[in-house]
């Protein structure tokens, strides 16, 4: 009888800590979808001029390397996360330019 409690409380706990989850992770995508910042890179460079990189990103390129890119984790992820096309080259740097 007790172990049918525990796992019915297990159960419950596992679908309230994914409710809360999805609660923060919605509330993250309204965010991005509310100041247009991640629509694009006109948008993300308007704020950001040289793009938005994790910390330790550095750029691809045959030339000069951005590094003056503004360096956040967080707001890398959010930009990546609301449109997956503002890193084309797949390397940490949303919208980087000179």
Do not use: Q
Request: hydrophobic share 35%; charged share 20%; with cysteine.
């Amino acid at each position: 009888m007790h172990s049918n409690r525990n796992i019915a409380s297990a159960a419950l706990l596992t679908l309230a800590l994914g409710s809360v989850s999805l609660v923060g992770m919605s509330a993250l995508s309204a965010d991005a979808h509310t100041d247009g910042i991640h629509d694009n890179c006109t948008n993300l460079n308007k704020k950001w001029p040289h793009g938005v990189g994790t910390r330790l990103a550095h750029d691809h390129t045959s030339g000069v390397p951005v590094t003056n890119f503004y360096h956040n984790k967080r707001a890398y992820w959010r930009a990546e996360n609301h449109n997956g096309t503002l890193d084309a080259d797949n390397d940490r740097i949303a919208c980087e330019k000179h």
